[in-house]
Every structure is written in structure tokens, then in C-alpha cells.
């Protein structure tokens, strides 16, 4: 028998919602006491209700921005999943093709601190968020090592053919920290005089949002540590005058290859004592090439018992957290 008049439907298949989950981590230490506590600028901000001071870019192979957390046009594309001032966790449902992404985030803009953009929803490429830099760190409103700081990650997602994919990051400091120590290693209260600490061409007056293969930007300058008078009590070991923040920098070129300075100077006893072109070097003697964000720079002058001077540099990770622990 031959039917007429029947067609056949095509049905359109369902697309696959995608599932990415994106978490954000500041390194929370794990001690026997329990988690540690962030207190040293490297947290993420929360408002209120528990919302993160975060933004987040998706970005794919073309480099265009295809999803961002929170949403120009908010439609349930993104979930907040959880977060705390040391983890946020993000889903994404709204990634329609398979493949490598990368990932841009930022926290910390808001709320007061220094050099946030206006409104992240303008930013539509990658090239445009790679060119974001901070402005000089000048002024009496600086952001403190007990402030929340802007902090950032950039990194790769693959997202599989079943629209699934997850990834960790860590967001960093956007800037790196200086601090100077002074040890009087004598049996003595010791005064210095007119004391006086430059650490020479290492500070450009502005820095990258998001990490650069150079991750410097602007003119280098010199940084004032110290230029005052001190009194270190015997067998004190003194962090003087808080600590400086500064942005990812090289060591500016010599004749003799890339390499930082410091001039430390001050009077001792009403002799005047004065350290010209020290170089910074780690504790191999080896030059160290540059300061990158979340690094700590760390420089200690010290004075033993027979009034001899030495110095030492050391670069540490800038990650440690203050923790009160109470053994029973």
C-alpha cells in the first residue's frame, strides 16, 4: 500500500548545558591548630551577603570574551557555588563549545582600593584585559599589608565534549612587598643616625593587572626604605617602618649584566658609615634578575659585637599567614 501525504520531522536535538566549575584559592594554610587566618592582605573581599569582590573572564581561542562571573545580563548562566576570603567557587552553564579557554580573574577592585576599573563589563577580549595595568603607588590612601589588595590569576580551562571541565587557580598578589630588618646582635643599645636606605631603579610607577611574560610596566624608580634615626636595643631584631609595596619589576641592565642596588648609610658612634651600590643577592651570591608579584624582598642589616657590618638579601614567597597556636 502507498501512503501520500505523510512527512517526516526532523528533531533537533537538546544542546548539552555545560557545567564548569571554576575555584579560586588565596593558599590557606592547614596547621594542627585548625585552618590559618588570612591577615596579610591576600584575602578576597566579601560584601554583606557573602558576594566576593570577583570578576571572572572566560576567554577562547580567538581571544573574545564568551562568559564572565558576575554577568553584564544576568540569566542564571553563572552560579556562585560557595565562598569565603580564601575560596570562591564558580559554575558556569552557559559554554557552548568544547576546548581550551583561558581563564582571567580579578579581586579586590572595589571597596575603596587602589586602581580599579570602572566597570569590568566593557572588556570584551583578551587583549584588552592583558593591557590593564594599576596606576603609581603614590598617595596617602595606599592599600596596607593588613588591607585587602588586589589580587589576580590567569590561567587554562579545557572544558571535554560533555560540556564539563574544572580547574583551581591562585589568586596572587598584583604587587610584591619590600621590608627591611635591622639586628643589633651587640649587648648595647645601639643609635643610628640620619639612617638612611635606597634600593635603587626597582619600582615602575605603574604594573599589569594580570601576569605579562615581562610583568613590568612604566619607569623604574628608586624606593625610599628608610631616611630617619633609630634605636635598636641590644639583641633586637627590628622591622622598621612596615613594609613597602612595589610592582613586578627586572633588575634594571648594568655593564656588569641585570642587577639591583641598595645604598644603606647612617652614623654610629659619631662615625659615619655609608654602603654604596650593595648588590642584592640571594644566599648563593647569585644576582637576583627580578621581583615578581607575591614575592617578599627581604633586606637585614646587622651589627655584631665587634661593630662589624653586614648585610643579607634573601626573595621569599609572599604567602605566609600570621597563626596563633596553642599547643595543650
Known sequence: MLLTGVSCKRQEKAPVESSVVITFSTGEVVTRAGDGVV?????????????????????????????????????????????????????FKNITNAGDYTVYAIANTGGGVWGAPTDWTTYTTAAALDALTFTELTGSDLPTVSDRMPISAKGTLSINEGMNGQVELELLRCVAKVGFKFKNETDETLTLNDCVVILEKINPTQGYLFPQTDDAAGTARNLNLISSSLTIGPGVTTDLYGNHLVFPSNAPARSIGSRYFCNISFTLGGVPKSFSELPVHDKRSQDIPSLERNQYLQIETRINRGLEISFNFVVLDWNQKNEDIIFH
Open 39 to 91: 591577615t596579610d592582605g591576600g584575602g578576597i573581599m566579601l560584601d554583606g551577603s557573602g558576594n566576593p569582590d570577583l570578576f571572572i573572564a572566560i576567554v577562547n581561542y580567538s581571544g573574545v570574551i564568551v562568559s564572565t562571573y558576575p554577568s553584564a545580563d544576568p540569566d542564571d548562566t553563572e552560579v556562585l557555588d560557595s565562598s569565603s576570603d580564601t575560596q570562591v567557587s564558580v559554575r
